[in-house]
């Protein structure tokens, strides 16, 4: 079964880092790139950035550039995203998403739930 | 950066009727690279069209995309009570710099 599998909700507090992952499952793992799209509590959809399975290059959104790293682990088919420095605008549901076609997400992550809260 | 601007903000029908739904692009997007998800409360985003008018596996064919350059349609042509979720278009144009519009809401009336 072809499914992305995403790490339990997070608490962190102003400052902290956090990192969440995400294990593919039923595919070629280095044959797709992986996004990492963001959802804050009622809002919309926002890109943040992107990483080859294959060589480890990654593209970062200009806007959280310095603060997002996205890594991966072939050995065990998972790709993380690690932002740093958190605020509370940060609280969303954070996404990974297979890419298709360089730049759709065919297949989606359940969605991990951070918040950020003093 | 490419701004997408969707129409209406929600839209409110009934079963069985037409949705037509609006994204608008600030600047052309060359190839229709142009993609459609769909968001039901509570669940992840799920692909509907890509290319602008290509149809994602499993996705019925009452969904159909359309339009060129600045200009993006999709329509549901016979809504079905699951069809009433949040819908967004998405750019891959200026990869990687990837863009999505604010949504369409969707509702029964």
């Known amino acids: 079964q072809v499914l992305l599998v995403q790490s339990g909700a997070e608490v962190k507090k102003p400052g902290a880092s956090v990192k969440v992952s995400c294990k593919a499952s039923?595919?070629?793992?280095?044959?797709?790139?992986m996004h990492w799209v963001r959802q804050a509590p009622g809002q919309g959809l926002e890109w943040m950035g992107w990483?080859?399975?294959?060589?480890?290059?990654?593209d970062y959104s200009q806007k959280f550039q310095g603060r997002v790293t996205i890594t991966r682990d072939t050995s065990i088919s998972t790709v993380y995203m690690e932002l740093s420095r958190l605020r509370s605008d940060d609280t969303a549901v954070y996404y990974c998403?297979?890419?298709?076609?360089?730049?759709?997400?065919?297949?989606w992550g359940q969605g991990t739930l951070v918040t950020v809260s003093s | 950066e490419i701004v997408l601007t969707q129409s209406p903000g929600t839209l409110s029908l009934s079963p069985g009727e037409r949705a037509t739904l609006s994204c608008r692009a600030s600047?052309?997007?060359?190839?229709?690279?142009l993609a459609w998800y769909q968001q039901r409360s509570g669940q992840a985003p799920r692909l509907l069209i890509y290319?602008?008018?290509s149809r994602a596996t499993g996705i019925p064919d009452r969904f159909s995309g359309s339009g060129s350059g600045t200009d993006f349609t999709l329509t549901i042509s016979r809504l079905e009570a699951e069809d009433f979720a949040v819908y967004y278009c998405?750019?891959?144009?200026?990869?990687?710099?990837?863009?999505f519009g604010q949504g369409t809401k969707l509702e029964i009336k």
């Open positions: 998403a297979r890419d298709i076609y360089g730049g759709v997400g065919d297949l």
């Open positions: 039923g595919y070629t793992f280095n044959g797709y790139f």
């Open positions: 990483i080859n399975p294959n060589s480890g290059g990654t």
């Open positions: 600047q052309s997007i060359t190839s229709s690279y």
């Open positions: 290319g602008a008018s």
């Open positions: 998405q750019q891959y144009h200026r990869a990687p710099k990837f863009t």
